[in-house]
């Protein structure tokens, strides 16, 4: 089965998506945390 090769490109998208939707929550919360 090739199911571990197939899942692996996808939890990096998804890692990448998530990254993605969490950035400008941090990036908010470090700004008001800096001001």
Known sequence: MES???S??????QLKILCLA???????V???SGV
Do not use: N, T, V
């Open 30 to 32: 470090i700004w008001f």
């Open 4 to 6: 571990k090769g197939a």
């Open 8 to 13: 692996q490109p996808f939890c990096i998208l």
């Open 22 to 28: 969490l950035y400008p929550i941090f990036s908010r």
